[in-house]
Structure formats: structure tokens, C-alpha cells
């Protein structure tokens, strides 16, 4: 072993008595021992065995040297010498280059510089490293800017890589020519005639070409000419044959091809040095293309790289006349299983380009080959996609050429006097090529919809590290599972990028099959060829499903993308357009259902001026069939519908000359609304569609359009009219106002018609700042055009409505309503007073007294107070009013609550238990003040009257309170202000009406009769069920109050004794009141509170209105409409057969009726 005594171990392996094997064996010890190295005692060691190995390496090949070796012993690579010199240099390549060795480095370098030229080929391989390894890592210059320690070293060494190449065609001749008779053929090579020194040379030389640019240009005109004729040289042609040259052959063309690289790296940077061999290297790299052997992946990987480099430059003009060879896959990847993988992709990206240049110059058998090859690609899901989508791009790229051809091929086909000549058949093949490549990007679509389908669903993981889910794209990689690592964020990528490709180039192939040229063939498209871009449109679609709609720059993406796919479509031929979409229509609206996005396709399509028209008549004859589904229960289904309908209004108005299209379906889409909106539960979006319809029409002086509505007029207003006077919700008698008001037709035609539309103008004028807008500028119109013989009895007819919304506006603060208003009394002159010859209506007190007020003590001048009764119902209706109102400020519907609360202790007394159980509710009426006023003899008769009227004041206030409680209870961020409030209130009339007698007859009732809290109980209901528009949010109770008030009321007292109270036949024919009401929720909210009702209602009771009960429910039946049975009818079911097993179940037990039904 090694030890720190370093001189001792160098005295004694420099020794001349020691014997070859000992000195090799001391050499490898050394080697064995290298990791001394990396300690301290480096500098020890390279001072004490740099000078050893020196002395050594030099002495071998030194005729006056002590440790000279015969040549025949230097170059046998069993000898000691021969190995110990191995094993020095492989020592010497070890040691680490650092500032350690630095001092070192100028001996080192000249001492490889000698091996280069004295030893054989291996141990100067191992010498060039070094070489290589000293000049990278002590380039740096001196610190006074002179020379840098090595580089005087520079040209010998660029004068030992002429020297080689000079000798190359001798190197050449020597490795291959048949040895003379009686001698054999040398093992070890010397280092001036070895291909691999020739292999490791030309980066060397690269990179100081880089380090020291001053002996580029001189030593590049020496180096040049040889390397271009050493490139250019072959081997004999049995070289190949005999197994004993295979590893010699191989290394003969991997120095050529390094020495190519070398030259590509000139073209780079100094192309004029080396264009006088502008036509010797393009052949030269073809000839290297068909010699390299198939085997020598990494060679021919190298080789395509560097001709990969030539085409980038104008050099690659030298290649045009050898396509043939490039289209030839086994010469271009050769035939080794191994190629397939690392040399593929290269070699096609490089074939792509060869023929990208060319691609106007080929022949048609060239075209058809290329073709051939490239739609293999394109369908080999071995290859990366980067690699398919470049076949695809050159694919695109050939299209130009076969188009081209095929032209000129026709036009010679065709003689003179016109006749056709037989050679004409013989260019239908430009049109198969186009139709070859049409289908083979369709079929592409058709893989990559299922490929994108698997990264849809792996892209919910961050990494594909599930066995099952890489077995899915086993097929689309080459390998074992174990070596499979895909990145599945560059995967979509890649898609994404390989699908927008293929929808370019498959627009260029579209056009071309569509516009080549024929003699027998129309402009168009063949029949199997329309089908062919039908599958197009049914494949694109479904691949993208790779696109995200939850990243806002995916989505801009993939509209992109779609804008594109409909652009291929754009340039086929009416007739082609007609059969391609008439067919496929519904698969383009499955896509609209399940994608938003994809609304893009038809908007494209209505937006270009040279399908739009064709398209329109589609797309409505689609649609039109399909009006009764904007109702359907799939909401989204009928919003498509919806969107569709829209964006052909909107291409009308950009493209007039749709006008004709449309006219033939304005009285369908008219009819068909009506029909269905009379029929339908959910009507807007009929109403929706109207009211787009009329838009479009009315922006614009559509005079066909317009004519059409003409004999529709009557009947359309009619039953605009009749549903707006039976609709229940704002939003939708909002809508028919404007629908009535906006009907596209002028006004000599409307004049007929006009009674009916002054009650929708007066809802105008009353409703929502548009409408507001849409009355005053309808009546404007009206007074301006109109005579008033004709007019004023119209407006007479609705006086009493009229001129209130009208000086509403006056005072509605909206200036723009109030000038309007203004200016229409002011174009009426003094018209406007004939309507103001009735007296004004005034606002009536219903009870003639406030039923809530408060006493308030101001103090007197004079001393003392007095008390002052303010009147608090004006302030609950106002309270209750602002909570109503969807866009108020929380703020203020807090405190409006707080005034709501407060007013409680004021309507509901405590009650007084007597000890018998029941309760003392009835007050004393406190009326002096009133007494005081009215005459003696009849202060019994105003007594009794007052104090009734008081009473129904208290009972209206009283129901204000408890549905503003209730309102609040359903409101998200007001229910903790009334939390327990709800519970305790109909606690409290639950007590009442169990423990209170009832009032003696000729007295009032009290505020806590039980129709107080089951009016507002039971409206609640109505209003949990009602539709609401999208600006009132929805009522939502924790517990509806009626079934808390039920279930108080069980709790208070036996069965027995609540079967005697009133109250649930009172509740029974309210809620049977309800189901036989025209609108729908009403129904629905009559059935919810039945299924409220019935299980905690005696049986006795029950068995009383069991009739009354079972007629309201099949009542519901019988008057719902089709659209509303499905929604009422199971609402009736599921409440009659609770009653029938109520009544008549295995726990009922049948009891006497001994009352009569209420109901």
C-alpha cells in the first residue's frame, strides 16, 4: 500500500534494476492508493510522481533512456511496459485539476502532447482527456493580460491534428487493404493512424478554437480542405463484410461524423470558410446516411443531429436531389430494435424539414411515399407527440405541393381542343393523396379523443403513480411500467398543442379537396368525402374534454382553438356545409349540453358572411323543433336552447340578407311560444325568447319580417294580454309588459290593437326603472303621432291609473322620467286636465283608528304633563315594507327587526292563569275619551262599535308584526335577531286558544284569536312555495310556523280535549281554500300544510273533513295544468294517501262523527 513516504515509493519506481512486473505492480499499488488524493498530502504526491511518471512515459520511447522499450514490447499490449504506462495514465486522467495541480499542468500537457506521437491509440485517447480536462480548467490568462500558462501548447497540438488528418486516407487505406502475404494485420495502432484519436480530435479542437480565437482563422484554412476530403473518403465495399472490421468500420465512420459535427459548427459561425465544399459535404453526409451501420445508434444520432445543423443553412440545397434516400426509413433510422426509441423522433423531425424545403420540387410517387410515411407517424402512438405533431405540420406543408401538381397534371391532361386525354386518369392521384391525408387527420381525431379522455381523468392526481392508470398509456410508450415517467401538466401541453396543429392543417387539406381541380368532379366535395369531414366534426368535438373550465386561461384557450375548428368548415361548399351539418346538427347541440364553451362553433359559423346564411336555415329548422324543451326539466337543456335562438338573432342584424331565412319561421316560433308558455309551468324562457326576437326585429327595419307579424297581431296581443292578467310573479308580468309593448310591428298596423295595450303601458309606468323607461317613450310616441280624437278616449279609459304613475314619475327623483313625464303632459296642452275631472282617490283608514300607539309625556308650561298618543301603525307597515325589499341595506332590516320586537309587549299581553287551568285574556276596553264625546243614549251602541273596530286595528297590526317576525326568521343574517321570538309567539297563541274561552258573543275579539297567527301562519306557506325572480332571495324556515304552533298545541292538553276546539276545522278549510286557487304554488302550499296538519290533528276531526279534504285534493287534479301535474299531482298523492291512512290505517279506530263537516 501507499504510504506518505511519496519520495521513497518514486525513488524506488524509477529504480532502472527494478524489473518490469515489479515496476507495474508498484504502478498499480499507486493507482489502488489514488484516494490520497483528495487529502492534504495531494501537492506531496504530484511533486514526488509527476517528475517519476514523466521520466518514465518519456524514457519508454527514448533510445538513450534507461527505461527504453523495443517497439515490438511498446506496443504489445501484453507486455508490462505497455500495461504500466496504461495505468500511469490513468492515473494521471484521475487526479483531480485543481489549484494544486496548477503548477503542474504546462509539464502534464507537454508530456501528453509527446505520447500523442510516440504511443498507440488507447493511451492517447487517455492522453486527449487530459489535454481536454488541463485547457478547460486553466484557460484563464496571466494577471498582466498576456498569453495563459497553456496556450503556447495550442499549435503544436492543432499541428498534430493536421498531421493526422493528413494521414487519414493512408489510416484508411492501412485498416482495410488486405495485409501482404506472410504478414498480419497490427492489433495495437499508433496514435497518428487511429480513427478513434481522430473521434476525440475535433472537440478538442472546437473548444480551443473558442479559448483562443486568434488560431481559428490561420489553422481552419489548413484544417478545412483535409477534414472535408477525410469526410468524403470510403471504406472498400467488403469493409462491412468481414466480422474481424466491424468495430474498426464503425470507428471510421464515427470519426467522420465527428469531423462532420465539427464542420456544422463552423457553418455556424464562419460559413463563408466553408463554402467553397458547399456541394461536397451535403453528398458526403448522405453517403455516411448509407454507410453507418444499423447497429451504431449513437453515431447515427450524432450524425442526424449534425445534418439536422447543415439544414439550417443554405448548404441544404446539396440534399434536394437525395430525398429519395431520406424517404427510405430503414437508411434513415436503420433496422436495429433499438433505434426505435432514441433515434425516431431526430430522424423524422429531420426527414420533416428535408421534405418542408423540397416539397414544391417532388414528384407525384415522391408526394405519395412521403405521405405514406408521415400519416404512419402521425398514427404511431410510440412516438412522442412532439414528433406527431411535426408529421402533421410536414403533412400540412405537402398539401401545397400535391395542390399544385395535381393543377398542372389536370391542365396538361386536357388537349387543346378540349377532349380529354387518357392520361387524365392518371391525376385523380393528387386528389386521393388530399383525401388520404383528410382521412388520416380524422382518424387521428378519432384516437385522440379517447387519449384525451385518459388525461382528463389523470389529471385529477398530481403525478400518475397508480399501476392501473400507466397501463392505459402503456400503449403510447415504449418500455417496461417500472420505466415509465410521465409528466402529466407537458402531456396536456403537448395535446393541446398537437389538436390546434392538426385543426390547422386539416382546414388547408379541406380547402384543397374542395377547390382542386377536375374534369368529371364539380367544386366540391364527393360523397364518401363529406363523410369523411362529418366524422371530423363528430371526433374534434370530443377532444376537449381535455380543456379545464375552471381556469379562466383554458377557457380563452379552447374558445381559441374552437374558433379555429370552425374555421375548416367555413371553406367547404354550400352543398358540402348543407350535408355535413343537416346530419350532424344534434351531435354539435349533445356538445352545446355538456360544454359551454363549444357555443363558440355556431357563433363562428353565424359571424361569417359565407356560411351564415345556409347555417341560419339549419340551425332554426333544428330549433324550432325544438322549442318545447326551454322548459324542459333539464333548466340548462332550454338555456342552450335559449343562447342558440339569441345568437341567430344577433347574426341577423349584422347580416341582413338572413332576413328571408328567418321570415319562413316567424309565425312557428311565434305559435310555438304561445302555445307552450299557455301550457307550461315555467314560461320564461318562452317569454325570454319573445322578448329577444322582438329586439332584434325592432332595432332594425326588417319591413319581411315585420309583414309577418302583421296577421299575427290580434291573436298575439290577445294572449299576451290574457296570460299578463293571470300572472302571479313580478318578473314575469314584467316580462309580458315589455312583450306587449315591444311587438315589432309600426304603428299604423297596432292602431286596432291599441285598447289593448293601455293597461300594459299603465303596469309600465308602475314597474322597474326599464319599463318605466320603455312606457313614457311608448305613450311619448302615442301623444305625438296619434290624433286625439282616437287617442283620448283611450287614455280615458285608464285616467284613473294613468296620471297617478305619471306625476309619480314627477316626484320619482329619476330627472330623465320626471322631463319625460313633463314633456307628455305638455304635448297633451290641455288635454291632460280632462283626465283629472273625477275626484282623487284618497287613502282610506280601514278601522278609522291605529291599533298600536304610543303614550309619550311631554311636560307642560305650566307645570306637570301631558300625555301625547302616537300612532305606531304607519311605522310597523313601513318597518315590514323595507324588509320586504331585496336590495335594502342589512343595516337598515336590523333595525326595522328592533322595531318589530319592541312592539310585541305592547300587542300581547301576559296572561292571567286562572286556577281552574283557563285564562283570563279578555282586557277592558279603555275608551273614556270616547265615551266622553258621544251622547248619552247612545253611548252603549258607540261603545260597542269603537272597541270593535280597535279590536281588527290591533288584529291588522298584530299580523304585520308576526310576518315581519316571521320574514325575518327565513332571512340568513336576520334570523339570530329573532331567534326564540317565532317559537314563543305561537307558544303564546297556542296557550290561548287552548286555555282561553271564547269571546262572549257582541264583544270584540281579542288581538290573539287564532285567524291572526293562521292567516300569517298559512301565507307563509304560500310564500315558501311561491316563485321567486332572481332579485328576492328565497323563503327558507327552519321549521314552518304552522307545524311549531301544531306541536305546541298537542302539548298543551289530551286529544280528547282539542278535538272539542274550533281550530282545526278552521285550519282544515283554509288550507282547502288553497288547493282549489288557480296558481300552482298555492296548490303546492295547501298540500304541504295538509301533510302539516293531519298528524297531529285528532282522528275525530280528521274524520270529519276527510271528504272535504279528499275533493280539495282531487280538485288539484283536475284543474292543474299538463306542465303543473307533475309538480301538484304527487304534492295530492302523497297528501291523500296520508289521509286515507290517517283515517282508515291499522291505528285508526273508527269514531262517531257526531258534528258536521266544516268544510
Not at 480530435?201 to 472546437?206: G, Q, S, Y
Not at 403533412?395 to 391532361?413: C, P, R, S, T
Not at 287617442?791 to 291609473?801: A, G, M, N, T
Amino acid at each position: 500500500m501507499l504510504t506518505d513516504n511519496f519520495e521513497t515509493h518514486a525513488n524506488r519506481f524509477l529504480d532502472v534494476s527494478l524489473a518490469p512486473k515489479d515496476r507495474l505492480q508498484l504502478a498499480q499499488e499507486i493507482r489502488e492508493s489514488i484516494e490520497i488524493v483528495q487529502t492534504s498530502e495531494y501537492g506531496n504526491f504530484l511533486q514526488h510522481f509527476i517528475r517519476a511518471f514523466n521520466t518514465y512515459l518519456r524514457g519508454t520511447s527514448n533510445e538513450g533512456s534507461p527505461y527504453f522499450v523495443q517497439p515490438g514490447d511498446r506496443f504489445n499490449t501484453e507486455s508490462p511496459s505497455y500495461k504500466t504506462r496504461s495505468v500511469l495514465l490513468e492515473i494521471l486522467n484521475r487526479v483531480p485539476t485543481t489549484e494544486v495541480l496548477k503548477p503542474h499542468a504546462p509539464d502534464l500537457l507537454k508530456l501528453c502532447m509527446h505520447l500523442l506521437d510516440t504511443d498507440d491509440e488507447d493511451n492517447a485517447v487517455i492522453a486527449l482527456r487530459i489535454i481536454l480536462d488541463l485547457h478547460k480548467t486553466y484557460r484563464a490568462q496571466r494577471p498582466g493580460g498576456g498569453p495563459g500558462p497553456l496556450e503556447g501548447d495550442v499549435q503544436p497540438f492543432l499541428d498534430f491534428v493536421c498531421k493526422v488528418y493528413q494521414n487519414f486516407p493512408n489510416t484508411l487505406k492501412a485498416a482495410f487493404d488486405k495485409p501482404v502475404a506472410g504478414q498480419t494485420r497490427p492489433t495495437v495502432r499508433k496514435s497518428t493512424e487511429s480513427f478513434k484519436v481522430v473521434t476525440e480530435c475535433p472537440l478538442i479542437v472546437m473548444f480551443l478554437f473558442q479559448l483562443y480565437d486568434t488560431y481559428a482563422q490561420p489553422n481552419v484554412q489548413t484544417l478545412l480542405p483535409l477534414m472535408v476530403k477525410a469526410i468524403n473518403l470510403r471504406a472498400p465495399a467488403n469493409a462491412r463484410q468481414q466480422p474481424a472490421n466491424a468495430a474498426l468500420f464503425v470507428d471510421f465512420i464515427a470519426s467522420q461524423v465527428k469531423t462532420l459535427s465539427f464542420l456544422t459548427y463552423l457553418l455556424r459561425g464562419s460559413a463563408d470558410w466553408v463554402r467553397p465544399h458547399k456541394e461536397i459535404i451535403p453528398l458526403s453526409v448522405v453517403q455516411l446516411l448509407v454507410s453507418c451501420p444499423h447497429d451504431s445508434i449513437a453515431v447515427r444520432k450524432e450524425l442526424l443531429v449534425a445534418t439536422r445543423h447543415i439544414l439550417a443553412t443554405d448548404f441544404r440545397e446539396g440534399f434536394y436531389q437525395h430525398v429519395d434516400i431520406f424517404l427510405d426509413e430503414k437508411l434513415l433510422v436503420g433496422t436495429s430494435r433499438g433505434a426505435g426509441d432514441s433515434l425516431r423522433p431526430l430522424a423524422y423531425s429531420l426527414l420533416a424539414e428535408v421534405v418542408h424545403h423540397v416539397r414544391m420540387m417532388l414528384s407525384m410517387q415522391q408526394l405519395s411515399k412521403a405521405v405514406h410515411l408521415f400519416s404512419r407517424n402521425v398514427h404511431d402512438a410510440s412516438l412522442p407527440l412532439t414528433v406527431q405533431t411535426t408529421s402533421i405540420r410536414l403533412l400540412m406543408n405537402l398539401v401545397e405541393g400535391i395542390y399544385h401538381k395535381h393543377n398542372q397534371d389536370q391542365e396538361k391532361a386536357v388537349g387543346a381542343a378540349g377532349a380529354v386525354n387518357p392520361a387524365a386518369e392518371a391525376s385523380v392521384k393528387g386528389r386521393k393523396l388530399l383525401v388520404r391525408i383528410l382521412d388520416t387527420f380524422v382518424r387521428k381525431f378519432g384516437t385522440l379523443k379517447e387519449y384525451t379522455k385518459k388525461l382528463s381523468e389523470a389529471k385529477t392526481k398530481d403525478k400518475l403513480d397508480d399501476p392501473g392508470l400507466l397501463l392505459e398509456f402503456m400503449p403510447f410508450r415504449s418500455g417496461s411500467l417500472s420505466d415509465i415517467v410521465i409528466d402529466i401538466n407537458k402531456e396536456i401541453s403537448d395535446c393541446k398543442q398537437l389538436i390546434k396543429t392538426l385543426i390547422v392543417a386539416v382546414r388547408t387539406v379541406v380547402w384543397s379537396v374542395s377547390n382542386v381541380k377536375g374534369q368529371s368532379v364539380p367544386r366540391g366535395m364527393q360523397e364518401h368525402e363529406s363523410l369523411i369531414t362529418a366524422k371530423l366534426l363528430r371526433h374534434s368535438l370530443k377532444c376537449f374534454s381535455i380543456y379545464s373550465s375552471n381556469d379562466a386561461a383554458s377557457t380563452k384557450e379552447e374558445k381559441e382553438i374552437l374558433d379555429l375548428l370552425a374555421g375548416i368548415f367555413t371553406v367547404l361548399d354550400e352543398r358540402t356545409f348543407r350535408d355535413v351539418f343537416t346530419l350532424n346538427l344534434q351531435v354539435l347541440f349533445d356538445h352545446l349540453l355538456r360544454k359551454d364553451t363549444c357555443i363558440a362553433v355556431p357563433q363562428h359559423f353565424l359571424s361569417n358572411q359565407s356560411v351564415t346564411k345556409p347555417f341560419t336555415d339549419i340551425l332554426l329548422q333544428f330549433l324550432v323543433q325544438r322549442i318545447r324543451d326551454l322548459s324542459s326539466s333539464d333548466k340548462h337543456e332550454g338555456q342552450v336552447i335559449l343562447n342558440l335562438f339569441k345568437t341567430i338573432f344577433i347574426g341577423i342584424s349584422t347580416y341582413p340578407d338572413n332576413e328571408h331565412v328567418l321570415k319562413q319561421h316567424v309565425r312557428q316560433i311565434v305559435i310555438a311560444c304561445l302555445k307552450h308558455a299557455m301550457q307550461e309551468k315555467r314560461a320564461t324562457s318562452y317569454y325570454l325568447l319573445l322578448k329577444t326576437f322582438f329586439r332584434s326585429v325592432s332595432d332594425r327595419k326588417f319591413e319581411h319580417l315585420q309583414k309577418e307579424f302583421i296577421a299575427l297581431l290580434k291573436n298575439l296581443l290577445e294572449n299576451l294580454c290574457k296570460m299578463l292578467a293571470a300572472a302571479q310573479e313580478d318578473d314575469t308580468k314584467e316580462l309580458l309588459v315589455e312583450l306587449c309593448l315591444t311587438v315589432p310591428a309600426r304603428l299604423n298596423f297596432l292602431l286596432p290593437h291599441i285598447p289593448l295595450l293601455m293597461k300594459p303601458l299603465v303596469q309600465a309606468l308602475n314597474g322597474s326603472p326599464e319599463m318605466v323607461h320603455l312606457g313614457l317613450k311608448k305613450l311619448e310616441n302615442w301623444v305625438e303621432s296619434l290624433q286625439p280624437a282616437f287617442l283620448d278616449p283611450l287614455l280615458q279609459s285608464v285616467k284613473d291609473d294613468l296620471m297617478p304613475a305619471l306625476y309619480k314619475q314627477l316626484q320619482s327623483g329619476n330627472n330623465g322620467f320626471a322631463l319625460a313625464a313633463i314633456r307628455i303632459l305638455g304635448k297633451l296642452g290641455g288635454r291632460n286636465r280632462r283626465l283629472l275631472r273625477d275626484q282623487t282617490q284618497l287613502e282610506a283608514r280601514e278601522f278609522g283608528d291605529d291599533g298600536l300607539k304610543l303614550t309619550v309625556h311631554l311636560a307642560k308650561a305650566s307645570g306637570g304633563t301631558a300625555p301625547v298618543k302616537l300612532p305606531l301603525d304607519e311605522a310597523v307597515k313601513q318597518a315590514l315594507a323595507l324588509m320586504e325589499k331585496p336590495n335594502v341595506d342589512i343595516y337598515y332590516k336590523k333595525q326595522a327587526v328592533r322595531l318589530i320586537k319592541s312592539t310585541l309587549g305592547c300587542l300581547l299581553p301576559p296572561l292571567k292563569i286562572r286556577p281552574g287551568g283557563d285564562a283570563d285574556m279578555k282586557m277592558a276596553p279603555t275608551l273614556e275619551d270616547d265615551l266622553k264625546a258621544a251622547e248619552s243614549g247612545h253611548a252603549a251602541l258607540v261603545t260597542a262599535e269603537l272597541a270593535n273596530k280597535r279590536s281588527l286595528a290591533n288584529q291588522a297590526v298584530c299580523r304585520k308584526v308576526i310576518t315581519a317576525l316571521f320574514l325575518a326568521s327565513s332571512h340568513p343574517d336576520l334570523a339570530d335577531e329573532v331567534d326564540g321570538l317565532v317559537d314563543g309567539v305561537c307558544r303564546y297563541f297556542a296557550v290561548a286558544i287552548a286555555l282561553c274561552p271564547p269571546a262572549e258573543e257582541g264583544f270584540p275579539k281579542p288581538v290573539h284569536a287564532e285567524e291572526v297567527l293562521l292567516d300569517v301562519a298559512i301565507d307563509a306557506l304560500c310564500q315558501g312555495e311561491k316563485p321567486r325572480g332572481d332579485k328576492k332571495p328565497p323563503m327558507v324556515y327552519t321549521l314552518p310556523p304552522l307545524q311549531i304552533f301544531l306541536d305546541f298545541l298537542n302539548s298543551l292538553a289530551p286529544t280528547e280535549e282539542l278535538a272539542k276546539l274550533p281550530v282545526f276545522d278552521n285550519i282544515t278549510r283554509m288550507l282547502c281554500h288553497l288547493c282549489y286557487q288557480r296558481p300552482w304554488w298555492q296548490k303546492v302550499a295547501g298540500c304541504v300544510g295538509l301533510q302539516i296538519l293531519i298528524p297531529r290533528m285528532p282522528v275525530s276531526c280528521l274524520l270529519s273533513v276527510e271528504l272535504s279534504v279528499s275533493r280539495a285534493l282531487v280538485a288539484i287534479w283536475r284543474d292543474s295544468a299538463s306542465d303543473e301535474v307533475a309538480i301538484t299531482a304527487e304534492k295530492a298523492y302523497a297528501t291523500l294517501a296520508m289521509v286515507l291512512h290517517r283515517c282508515h290505517g291499522s291505528t285508526a279506530k273508527p269514531m262517531a262523527v257526531d258534528r258536521p263537516p266544516s268544510v
